[in-house]
């Protein structure tokens, strides 16, 4: 039986959503997607911040509200498609479709390294050779770009966005809708505020304040974050 999927989102995230279920089966772990025998399938890609997607695709596009409360119900599960620094907008859309009675998928690729007393929450998104140490904790609908590192003892809040060879360090405490750049390194025993943004290749040798951006090496505020969701999607949220 196929099961279908909206995915909330229409840009390069979306893009490569959909190059992943052309081979979902082999890419990813089917522990963490917790289905039996159904196949996977995207029917929809949805953003009413778009006028269309820029890849190919067999699932259908819509930015019109009124068509997603219309077939919602064809689906089953979703992803949002929201990345970067986005993360409590990703959040907030991902609450607004648990309400309309669609699950969270998790998107664990096999090639990665989880300790077993791990815990990862619903809607992650953890990419090709991540490492996830004992005892650490994931939070809802984080992603883990390629090769990100997550050290023992380390807590990683709801809405985060681990960017790509990023190393959390060991007893970090992450806060929710935190970024952490590129090849940045948090010491160890570090708390990164919620909603902070830590830039590409920072060293972050003390605690970080909620919403701040910081740059460099050691790492030193720059300016203040703030976080947004477009009026359109605030329509539709409502």
Same mark, same amino acid.
């Given at each position: 039986?196929?099961?279908?999927?909206?995915?909330?989102?229409?840009?390069?995230?979306?893009?490569?959503?959909? !190059?992943?279920?052309?081979?979902?089966?082999?890419?990813?772990? #089917?522990?963490?997607?917790? &289905?039996?025998? !159904?196949?996977?399938?995207?029917?929809?890609?949805?953003?009413?911040?778009?006028?269309?997607?820029?890849?190919?695709?067999?699932?259908?596009?819509?930015?019109?509200?009124?068509?997603?409360?219309?077939? &919602?119900?064809?689906?089953?599960?979703?992803?949002?498609?929201?990345?970067?620094?986005?993360?409590?907008?990703?959040?907030?859309?991902?609450?607004?479709?648990?309400? !309309?009675?669609?699950?969270?998928?998790?998107?664990?690729?096999?090639?990665?390294?989880?300790?077993?007393?791990?815990?990862?929450?619903?809607? *992650?998104?953890?990419?090709?050779? *991540?490492?996830?140490? #004992?005892?650490?904790?994931?939070?809802?609908?984080?992603?883990?770009?390629?090769?990100?590192?997550? !050290?023992?003892?380390?807590?990683?809040?709801?809405?985060?966005?681990?960017?790509?060879?990023?190393?959390?360090?060991?007893?970090?405490?992450?806060?929710?809708?935190?970024?952490?750049?590129?090849?940045?390194?948090?010491?160890?025993?570090?708390?990164?505020?919620?909603?902070?943004?830590?830039?590409?290749? #920072? *060293?972050?040798?003390?605690?970080?304040?909620?919403?701040?951006?910081?740059?460099?090496?050691?790492?030193?505020?720059?300016?203040?974050?703030?976080?947004?969701?477009?009026?359109?999607?605030?329509? &539709?949220?409502?």
């Amino acid at each position: 039986m196929v099961k279908y999927i909206l995915v909330w989102g229409s840009k390069s995230y979306a893009k490569l959503i959909n !190059e992943i279920f052309l081979d979902y089966k082999n890419l990813l772990n #089917s522990n963490f997607l917790n &289905i039996k025998k !159904e196949k996977l399938k995207i029917k929809y890609f949805f953003d009413p911040s778009a006028s269309k997607i820029d890849f190919n695709s067999r699932a259908f596009f819509s930015n019109d509200k009124n068509f997603l409360k219309r077939n &919602i119900q064809n689906c089953k599960y979703f992803i949002v498609a929201v990345g970067t620094n986005h993360g409590k907008a990703r959040t907030e859309i991902s609450y607004f479709l648990e309400k !309309e009675n669609l699950t969270p998928i998790n998107l664990v690729f096999k090639k990665t390294f989880l300790a077993k007393n791990i815990q990862i929450g619903k809607g *992650v998104v953890i990419m090709p050779n *991540v490492l996830i140490n #004992s005892f650490s904790k994931i939070g809802d609908y984080t992603i883990l770009n390629s090769s990100a590192n997550i !050290e023992h003892e380390s807590i990683i809040g709801k809405g985060c966005h681990i960017m790509s060879g990023a190393c959390i360090s060991g007893r970090n405490i992450i806060g929710d809708f935190a970024t952490i750049g590129t090849n940045a390194t948090i010491l160890p025993d570090i708390k990164i505020g919620d909603g902070a943004f830590v830039g590409a290749g #920072s *060293v972050v040798t003390k605690n970080v304040n909620a919403n701040e951006i910081v740059l460099g090496n050691p790492a030193k505020k720059f300016k203040n974050n703030s976080h947004s969701l477009n009026k359109l999607t605030i329509k &539709i949220l409502k």
